[in-house]
């Protein structure tokens, strides 16, 4: 490891694992890990790593993204800040560090509604609006009434309307450009608790039941897909839901559930969903990845893309 040119802030840690830092539980490690909760420590860490001339990634709570390599030789940023603020009757302004199921309690203790989809996603917020997060045909994009962001290189904060942000499919302009998603102004609706409580625990045991918690895995591997790049044929047999058919479909008509690879399998419950059942390593799940691609494209001339954000080093 090269020698640091200015001295390491006492909130970030040296060699540290970060096998609890991803849902995969790959074993992996990275040189520096910084955990920071005010805007202050986020910029003094862009500030340090850039002195030393080392990468560095924004991660959350590590459930939509694959470690591919022995150890990051940079620093891994993790946000985690919890305090949310009322604005107004309509709108509360919300840390990008919070866990969705914290937030959803507060929503809950609070009777607002309309998150009760994120039941059962092990994510942040600030990870769920960089990927457009979405379940039960809801998605991140319909809450979101602002999104406050810090710029990696100038430092500099800016606000985005929903509209900016250009939302789609597991898709928003944070993946392009060099913003920190930091807080996010969230549109609030009042509810009936009991009802709340009761669609959030229907939906986190839709997920139980179907075995997503059984086994480390970072949910859908692959992206769906829009039903009008298909051909006719088999739109008539799959499942067509918002216009797309499931990317499991495609790895369930090839056979592929429960194939394994090492310590990874395609899982038996759900074809889009790869699980760690035996201390898979990344190659054994990036190699399924590219045989679920190669066995779709060859029986269904469809390119598969991945939803997980693999990160090589
Ligand atoms: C059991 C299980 C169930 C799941 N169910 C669903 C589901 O129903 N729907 C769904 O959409 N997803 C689902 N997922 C995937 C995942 O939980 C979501 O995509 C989640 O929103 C990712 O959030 P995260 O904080 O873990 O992000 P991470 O995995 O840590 O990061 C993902 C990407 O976001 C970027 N990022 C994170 N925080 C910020 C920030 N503050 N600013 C800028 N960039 C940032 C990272 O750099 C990375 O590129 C599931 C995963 C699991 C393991």
């Known amino acids: 490891m090269a020698k640091l040119k200015t001295k390491i802030p006492d909130w970030i840690k040296k060699d540290v ?19 920071v909760s005010n805007k202050k420590q986020l910029i003094k860490s862009l500030q340090w ?15 939509n993204v694959l470690f591919a390599g022995k150890k990051y030789p940079g620093l891994i940023i993790r946000i ?23 937030l959803l ?3 809950i203790k609070m009777e607002y509604q309309e998150l009760e989809w994120v039941a059962g996603i092990p994510g942040t917020l600030g990870g769920a609006v960089y990927g457009n997060a979405g379940a039960f045909g809801n998605e991140m994009s319909q809450i979101v009434k602002k999104v406050k962001t810090i710029n990696t290189e100038t430092y500099k904060e800016k606000t985005y309307l929903s509209k900016d942000c250009q939302f789609k499919y597991r898709n928003s302009i944070f993946k392009k450009n060099k913003e ?19 669609q ?41 839901q918002g216009g797309k058919i499931s990317a499991g479909w495609f790895i369930d008509q090839c056979g592929l559930k429960g194939t ?38 060859k029986k269904f001339k469809i390119k598969l893309q991945e939803e997980v954000i693999v990160i090589h080093y």
Request: hydrophobic share 40%; charged share 25%; with cysteine.
């Open 17 to 35: 694992s970060l096998e609890q830092s991803n849902t995969f539980r790959i074993k992996t490690k990275t040189s520096y890990l910084a955990i």
């Open 49 to 63: 790593a850039k002195a030393n001339s080392l990468p560095f990634f924004i991660l959350g709570n590590g459930s």
């Open 80 to 102: 985690r800040n919890n305090r949310i603020r009322k604005i107004d009757s309509q709108t509360i302004i919300v840390p990008a560090g919070i866990m969705l199921e914290l």
């Open 105 to 107: 309690g507060k929503f």
């Open 180 to 198: 920190i998603i930091w807080a996010v102004e969230i549109f609030i609706k009042k509810g009936k608790r009991e009802k709340i409580i009761e």
């Open 200 to 240: 959030a625990r229907e939906n986190r045991n839709y997920k139980t039941q179907r075995g997503l918690f059984k086994y480390p895995s970072a949910g859908s591997v692959f992206k769906n897909i829009y039903a009008k790049e298909v051909a006719e044929k088999y739109r008539k047999q799959a499942k067509i």
């Open 260 to 297: 394994k690879i090492g310590g990874a399998m395609i899982s038996d419950f759900h074809a889009n969903i790869i699980i760690n059942f035996n201390q898979a390593t990344a190659k054994n799940i990036l190699d399924l990845i590219s045989f679920c691609k190669e066995k779709v494209f």
